[in-house]
């Protein structure tokens, strides 16, 4: 039985898009099109690939732990003491693709951490919507 007191978080995010799985892929592994939605980054979608984020306020540290493409993409995500996984899911779902991401192990004591992430994901995929819209 876990202690609801000590039970890691996550943040979940799902979409359904007017896209096709591969063009949703494409945002999601190539590095111009993921600084243009999340940040400036060297990610290869290699398996134990390690790449950072960055952004003005600092830098993720990530390393891939799961490519399946088209499908599932899996990288680790640290920085300031926070270390969970984030991992992308494409579903094909009529002519579109349903899109989830789920962040998982965010700690109890960290709430800082959980409540950004549950603020921001909803906001870098607005600015995913928005590419997918305005690219081929």
Excluded: I
């Amino acid at each position: 039985m876990t202690d609801a007191s000590t039970a890691a978080l996550s943040v979940v995010v799902e979409r359904e898009l007017a896209h096709s799985p591969d063009k949703v892929w494409r945002a999601l592994t190539q590095p111009q099109l993921l600084e243009e939605w999340l940040m400036k980054n060297d990610f290869k979608p290699l398996v134990d690939h390690r790449f950072r984020l960055r952004a003005d306020w600092g830098a993720v540290d990530c390393r891939v732990l799961a490519v399946e493409p088209g499908k599932t993409l899996s990288y680790t995500w640290a920085a300031y003491g926070l270390e969970t996984v984030v991992t992308w899911t494409l579903t094909p779902a009529g002519t579109g693709t349903r899109l989830r991401m789920d962040q998982s192990g965010f700690r109890p004591d960290q709430p800082q951490y959980y409540e950004g992430a549950k603020g921001g994901w909803p906001r870098f995929f607005a600015a995913l919507e928005q590419l997918l819209a305005r690219t081929n």
